[in-house]
């Protein structure tokens, strides 16, 4: 089953707004953080939030369950990339700061992975798992794709490796390493290093098996 088994809706006065948004020419995904669309905001990111069980949609760390800093509405394909998605329900769910960061740093650099399968003549959103790159909430379980284990992030589908490059969700084993506990055991020495210069998704699993294994022994 999917994720996110209910998308928000909007009632009148902001499908009203969004109607008004769409119809301006001079309208951006840029003003996406305007003062108007506030309520907006955050009505997408209450009802996310609880939909997702206050998890991020990519990397499954905690969302503040009360403040908007840690709870970010992300917009699944890029709004600079797909303007014509950026009120679609399917298209937005929540994630954390860090993952967040991670996009708005791209969007800036207009480096955007695109996480559509086909961008020509894309006029109505995707109704299918097939119709994305990224693992997408509202079409996959995420599970299928990703596994995650002790902090690590492994692929098991191409879905699932788009997602972990696209979101650098193994950013926190880049940013420091392995534990301690991992670097003072050889055996999980050699296999952590072997999931790292792992070449397929085969190769990590195998090595995955190996940590386990030094971890339960
Ligand atoms: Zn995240």
Redesign the pocket.
Known sequence: MSEIVEPVSFPPDLETLIERKKADATFTHKDWSCDELEPLRSLVRRHYRRVQKGR??????D?SLTSALNCHVEHIAPKSKYPQFMFEPKNLCV??A???EIKREQEVANAEPDTLASRTGRISYPRSSNGFRIVQPHFDEYSKHILVYRGFFIDRTDKGNFTIGA?KLNRRLREFGWDEKIVEDGELLEASQEFIEASDAIARLAALNRIRDACLS
């Open positions: 991020c949609a990519y990397c499954r760390k969302v994630v954390c860090d993952c967040n979101c």
